[in-house]
């Protein structure tokens, strides 16, 4: 694989590791497979979309889409799944139907038509990385992708918060014992990863573009990603995300028509001997 | 993830077998009658509701009796309309082998599916099976050339006997009793006894001696197969198939429909279906927003009747008695 499909399959895993970080940390603490974290990319990209459009600033448009997507985040989380708290599959299955709401609300506000961000002039263009030239803005979502870990790798390590977030995805039960208002800790995790899709909404947009099943196809890589990483780790998310971009940008260049396919064979390969994935745990 | 069973926490009549072979009897003279009393149109409807019942059926099999809620029906009832469709108009092949060769690619899919699935329960279930679902869908999408990605594949299928409205209704009418009750004896047989025990409590049934990943593989199959006969049916009946087919929608739809009837009833897959089926019919129209409406739908029943709609009526019905 050349220098150029190794830095475009990194990028890709940047992106899906924005996604698939905040989607294994909820099903990590929350113990919920929120499936409408695709529409929240999805919706997160279209509200980035219009902010960057009609106000030319990227850095403003990823705050609209972080804001407005962690809203709709905690209105899901505070709005519907308290009425099914202790029952995971109904919830699951509620996310589903958010998902399908969301998706078609952005379809009626937005169309069909697909998007595509536009990029600031500083991130155009194109640099040279060891005699290859490559686009600007791929390497900023890499670098993105690499802060946001880091900024996720101390707050889980290094606050208090982190901590209890820990604590929640080992044992909900000790952590409430203890004192601690379990709740509210679900919240702030909720939110914060779907800000994270709001974020991702806006950098793939960029770069993806957007487009109404575009929901489905992030939510099948964060699937696979936290299949193969494991429930609510942060490693795992990473871990995954790079096995996913690199060997779906593999799977391009080599069956450009079954691409997606080979995502599916490591996944079979790596539940046949731990179902709970490389950094799963049983709870 | 914890290893014990998550089910939708429903209420499970046991259907006595003079019940079952009651309300059989009563649907199918309902079923004989019907294009009879209503115009063409309806009887096109009910064909489809028949045949997305036996979908719902099987989705039963598995989230009614084996407590695994599987979210990959819809890709493998589709599989077999793709392999029907691409045998007959593009292969060339007569229909019945086409037939054969849908229902046993299905079939293989879901065999597939199985071996990697089958090991989690719960939530990761319906998570493993959703991504392997949409695999389906995104190589149904990409494989242009033998699927014809978003245009799909068209073919006027259907033999000339069974060409009418009504023909193909009273073929379906039969194939549908005959495979509803298949089902009915396999979850009453004493394999889908075994399955009920894994759904109830898998490390007893384990420590009886049974082997529950081998009922849990031939369980999911055999409902895999009973789908792929239902997209057999389907490819007949509509003639054409795209990614819509095997997309997430069509898996949300039949769970729907099950769990509308109530989960582990098996006979609810009927009246889901048909309470889907019109609903859809009925929004359509007033509005292109039926996704919206399905996800509302979804919705609602979580929260406020998660066993069922029948189920909900039953006790409410139970406690205005009492």
Redesign the interface.
Known sequence: MSLFQLLNGLTFSALLFLVASGFTLIFGLL???N?AHGALYLIGGYAGYTIAVKTGSFLLAGLAAMAFVALLGGALEQG?LR??RA????????T??????????AL?VWGGDSFTVPIPSALQGAVSVAGVIYPKYRLFVLLVGVLVFMFLWFLLNRTRLGALIRAGVDDVEMVEASGINIRRIFLTTFVLGSALAGLAGLMGGAFLSLYPSAD??I??FS??T??IGG?GSLEGAAVGSLLVGLLNNFGQVLF??????V??GP??LL??FR??GLFGR?? | MSGAPMKIDAQLPTASPANGWIVLLGVLAVGLALPALVSGYYVSLGTQVLIFSLLAMSIDIMAGYAGRTPLCHGAIFGVSTYAVLYGVSVAGFPLVTAIALGIAAATCVAAIFALLAIRTSGVYFLLLTLALGMIIWGICLRWTRVTGGENGIRGDIRPAFLGGNVPFYYAVLGLAAVLAVVMWRFVSSPFGMSLKGIRDSEGRMQSLGYNTNLHLFLGFTMSGFFAGVAGAAYALFNNFVSPSTVALTQSVEGLLMAIVGGVGTLWGGLIGAAAIILLENIVSTYTERWPTVLGLTFIFIMIFAPEGVLGKLRAVLTRFRN
């Open positions: 113990r919920i497979v499936l519907l009425f099914v029952a995971e599959l109904r919830q699951v299955l509620l589903l139907g958010v998902a399908f709401v969301l998706n078609d609300m009626v489905a196809e939510l099948t699937l696979a936290v299949v429930r450009p028509e079954l691409a997606y396919f995502i599916f996944m079979a539940l046949a179902p709970l049983t709870a």
